[in-house]
């Protein structure tokens, strides 16, 4: 079975952006998609709901 994370995020300009990464074994899911969008888009995010 695969583990990561996913993430959505909608900029002050209407822009989507997702991002998509396997769990490296040293973070939690909620630190590694919010590094990957940071490594990915250069915005710095907050999670505002977490999974079900």
Partial sequence: MWRGTAGVC???NGQL?????GKPEHETFEQCVIREFKEETGYDVKIKARPI
């Fill in 10 to 12: 909608i900029n002050e």
């Fill in 17 to 21: 952006f997702m991002v998509l990464q």
